[in-house]
């Protein structure tokens, strides 16, 4: 089960962190991905990290403001977002992949076998 959380409010340019909860599975053995999806637009990868947090990957219209970090000992996922912008408004989602071996397939959702519930994230201008 994956919960996540931090969603909220904020001015352009400000800063969010949001956190990814896991429970009931070994969490070491899950990449973790989040995703978001706007109102009208289609579900788009955000970043996403590998089991022990060593290769991050990350959206180009993200790079530079969101960071992924990920402790296995808490069993949480953290996305720092930075300089946010309006379009950055949108429902996000985490996810954990339990066969993805390469980063190359970190941005495909098709790869995720489980999802939390979204957080809603609203930047205004």
């Known amino acids: 089960q994956l919960q996540a959380s931090g969603g909220g409010l904020v001015q352009a340019g400000g800063s969010l962190r949001l956190s990814c909860a896991a429970s009931?599975?070994?969490?070491?053995?899950?990449?973790i991905g989040w995703f978001r999806q706007a109102p009208g637009k289609e579900r788009e990868f955000v970043a996403a990290?590998?089991?022990?947090?060593?290769?991050?990957y990350y959206a180009d219209s993200v790079k530079g403001r969101f960071f992924i970090s990920r402790d296995n000992a808490k069993n949480t996922v953290w996305l720092q977002m930075n300089s946010l912008k309006p379009e950055d408004t949108a429902n996000y989602y985490c996810?954990?992949?339990?066969?993805?071996?390469?980063?190359?397939?970190?941005?495909?959702?098709?790869?995720?076998?489980?999802w939390g519930q979204g957080t809603l994230v609203t930047v205004s201008s």
């Open positions: 990290t590998s089991r022990f947090g060593t290769s991050p």
């Open positions: 009931g599975r070994p969490f070491s053995s899950y990449v």
């Open positions: 996810a954990a992949a339990q066969n993805i071996y390469s980063s190359s397939r970190y941005y495909r959702d098709s790869e995720y076998n489980y």
